[in-house]
């Protein structure tokens, strides 16, 4: 019988999930080797450093702030030879509607104080007709059908559907309803789970006390920035023996009796490579994972999962001469007059993020493969947020003193009509290829999976690969088959 030794795991993608399923196995003993096409590891996680005038600013791409289940490891890793510590945030999540900033997760008391009387009468009115006169579930709805069977059309409209909008680009009519039901985890509930509870406290005429709120979420934010996890990830990898090939293309996996046989690479200064191995974890995106494939995959997977599409996030990075900018660790913006949907200021995670005096502010605009190309387009959506921000008195024009922009392509999967159909049509395809796990945010086509996510995913999937068992056994028990395809 081979030892945990004697078997070598390849893992493609060097963000969170790759990077703690290759520590967990280096550490086991295992031979691991990551490979990354960037130049640095962290995926979604990372922290950029911009220099203005001498000063130093960082910038993740888009906040990330970590939640208390997984606290502990980061703060051990962040301890382990790196100098860098997890701080406590504390601050509030809100959104604006109207000219009303209220408390997100919403919360009845709040908006029932905040918003007028005739939109609040509205929004229970319609709650209550919606609930007298609600279908019975049929096929596949729409994330429109289904919350407005559930909750009316006055909250809909007035909180969701644009929001919906910005982020797929499509019009709710044409979301999943998965978008509104999957589990989200700054509540650890799903946005659904989270408004029912909101509206049968207010029908009961209860307090909300038991919400989970940002009031009373606990988050960590490393003081240099969300970046430094992966990086202490990455160390601790290589301290255990485990390899990480950083800027290198993947052009092909190489298939054979239904096994993954060995991947050809393209590294830096455009040599071919070919490695082999004994098992393959993936965690990019999950038609690229299909692209890879030299032969063996059927057309109609083929053709399905090009299907798949995500939305982009260009994050617009301002650097401003005020020493404090928001009085919230992140302000959401569904109003379509706003050409983003989120800002948030760095200094509100770490005052390290940014030198006394000055600050900086991020605005998130989600936009389409075309549009984060169109640098016209980009300039006019740019000019018109500072003005917004100016006019909201958030800024001032004459403070900005530099903006620069990060495209983060693939940030969002978009749920599509039916495109549940399509991932099970992958994911029976892949139950064939008995070496290959796909898994991660990317991986899975998850549109909401954070990184408390990412760490369970990978601590299943390393599981998995110790134990000894093939993927196959453990989805006929149907034990893990929700972390991993
Ligand atoms: C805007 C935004 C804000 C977020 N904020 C939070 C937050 O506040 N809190 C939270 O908990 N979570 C947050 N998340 C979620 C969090 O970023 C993810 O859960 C996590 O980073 C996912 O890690 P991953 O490894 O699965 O994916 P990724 O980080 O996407 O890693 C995939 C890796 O694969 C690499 N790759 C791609 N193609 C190839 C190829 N062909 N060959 C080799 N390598 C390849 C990529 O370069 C990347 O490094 C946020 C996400 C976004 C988009």
Known sequence: MMGKGDRKVIIIGAGLTG???????????MQIELIETQPTVGGMLQTVERSYMGDCYMFDLGPHLFFEEYASVYESLLGNGSDDQLTVVKGHFVIKVGDETLLYPLKMMNMLARLPLSLTQRIIWDLARSRLTRKKDGGMSSVREWMTQ??????FDNFFAPYIEKCTGLSPERVSHKWATERTTVTGESLAQTLMK????????RKSHNLASSEQMAAYYPNHGAGRIPLAMAADIERHGGKISLNTRLSNLCLENSMVKSLILTESGNRRKIIHGDIFVSTISLPSLIRLFSAGVPAPISAASKRLAFRQLLLVNIIVDQANILDHLELFYPDKRFPFKRIYEPKRMSPKMAPEMRSSLVLEICCSDREAEDFQLQKRLIDRSIAMLENEGILKREDVLDCFTISLPNAYPIYGLGFEQVIAAIEQFLATVANLITCGRQGLFEYHAMTNESMEIAENVADLILSGKSKADVNAQGKWSKYFY
Do not use: N, V
Not at 19 to 29: E, H, M, P, V
Not at 198 to 205: D, N, P, R, Y
């Open 19 to 29: 990077l703690r399923i290759g520590q967990i196995l280096a550490s086991a003993g």
């Open 198 to 205: 909101i509206m049968t406290e207010a029908f009961k005429g």
């Open 150 to 155: 559930r909750f009316g059309d006055t909250l």
